[in-house]
């Protein structure tokens, strides 16, 4: 089976969608498809091998300048492709999180439009390209704030698109109001022509269903899955180290690391046992005086000894980093729609504390690697935390499941498959 599978970079940062789409592409490699992922606006940023192609579409200088000035929908290819270099728009990228929210809204619009938006000229060459050079049998979009392109590349190409939702909506409600309501509107009328959609959870199906207006029978849920070479369980021998609480995510506060740092305050307030907070993830600019706040918490209460900061690591440094963990806590504001974090920890036996929300009712349920609390509410997160802390039998118990399910459910290989099933369908219903 051919496929493009179409990414969208995340300005240097370590992003989930990322990760997840490289895996995926990665194993349907593996598996004997030729598949291909293609990086938009800014390449892609991983700690495991990038597979991605070496060109750019919608190059986010391009896609910025055609915004805002004619001429530059006006140039011709060749010199677009200099504004494309890899190295260029990585450099350009950090500073991409100082773009304001009404530029943003305005260039989401434009790109919702397709090829009515200021960008037409980047949806001809991706479209030229995949007919002339790739011809794929199937088109993924990673997200549907991509689907501008869904009915252009569909008319060019004859072949079903798709689209991945996983996170739309934290983007949309970022946005400001007027141009969040259009971008919505933009997007539902985009989808009425694509194929069917994936879903990285069940309840995130269920919830964009009516957000975006999506048939929810057109929506697929296939749960993320992980490459499990690397992983592994540490061994029993702690050689007396403190209890070790663990949160390993973009540093932010959507991600909800001051619930965590308020629980485990609370913690150390009920006392006595001993115990430490670790933390690790992408630190971008935009959230150094979110994370200074946080530690100036824990230094008001003579805390910052028992609490660790970690550099975003590599693939081999986030493993070590997991496995010096008792257990890992991301309790996200937000209703996160995957939850890769959750299936890391668990592949390196590490149990989960997480809020009753999001995918992580679904994971924790076929898992048993975990506990759920009440969103929102660092004493019962605390108080869970403290369970586990008293009974470190049971939390190792919980690892144990944990690791079982992604060895057995939440892996690459079985990601692979489920996809593969999934575009057979749509390939199935498009021959005579």
């Not at 943003?104 to 938006?117: P, Q, R, V």
């Not at 390196?348 to 809020?355: A, E, S, T, Y």
């Not at 997160?381 to 039998?393: G, H």
Request: proline share 6%; glycine share 8%.
């Amino acid at each position: 089976m051919r496929i493009a599978y179409i990414t969208a970079g995340a300005a240097g940062m370590y992003c989930g969608s990322c990760m997840h789409d490289n895996t995926l592409v990665a194993e349907l490699t593996a598996q004997g498809h030729d598949a291909l992922l293609v990086p938009t606006y800014t390449p892609i940023r991983t700690d495991e091998k990038d597979v991605s192609q070496s060109r750019v579409f919608f190059g986010g200088i391009n896609v910025y300048l055609q915004q805002k000035s004619r001429l530059f929908r006006r140039t011709p290819w060749f010199l677009d492709r200099l504004l494309d270099f890899r190295p260029l728009l990585r450099w350009v990228s950090r500073f991409a999180v100082k773009t304001q929210a009404q530029e943003l809204g305005e260039l989401t619009i434009s790109m919702l439009k397709g090829e009515h938006g200021f960008q037409r000229k980047e949806i001809d060459k991706l479209s030229a390209w995949l007919k002339d050079d790739i011809r794929p049998q199937i088109i993924n979009l990673t997200n549907v704030l991509l689907s501008g392109m869904i009915e252009p590349l569909r008319q060019a190409l004859g072949v079903p698109v798709v689209a991945t939702l996983q996170g739309d909506d934290i983007f949309l409600e970022s946005l400001p109001a007027d141009c969040r309501a259009e971008a919505i509107a933009l997007i539902r009328q985009n989808c009425a022509n694509a194929a069917g959609f994936m879903a990285t959870s069940r309840s995130y199906a269920d919830f964009m269903a009516p957000y975006l207006g999506l048939p929810r029978h057109k929506i697929a849920v296939i749960y993320p899955g992980l490459k499990l070479k690397g992983h592994a369980p540490r061994g029993a021998d702690r050689n007396g180290a403190p209890f070790t609480i663990g949160y390993f995510a973009r540093i932010c506060p959507e991600k909800g690391l001051h619930q965590l740092v308020d629980a485990f305050i609370e913690l150390k307030r009920l006392g006595p046992l001993p115990c430490r907070l670790r933390v690790a993830g992408w630190l971008g600019e935009n959230n150094k005086d979110y994370f200074e706040e946080q530690k100036e918490k824990l230094r008001l209460r003579g805390l910052l000894e028992d609490f660790e900061h970690f550099e975003c690591p590599d693939h081999v440094s986030k493993v070590r980093f997991l496995q010096s963990l008792d257990v890992l806590s991301v309790p996200t504001v937000y209703h996160e729609p995957k939850g890769l974090y959750v299936l890391e920890a668990w592949a390196n036996g590490v149990p989960v504390v997480q809020p009753r929300h999001g995918s992580f009712p679904e994971l924790v349920e076929a898992s048993g690697g975990g506990l759920l609390v009440e969103p929102g509410d660092p004493k019962a997160l605390a108080t869970a935390l403290r369970d586990l802390m008293n009974q470190p039998e049971r939390a190792r118990d919980l690892g144990r499941r944990g690791h079982d399910a992604v060895g057995r459910r939440f892996n690459a290989t079985v990601m692979g498959r489920e996809t593969v099933a999934w575009y057979a369908g749509f390939l199935r219903t498009e021959q005579p």
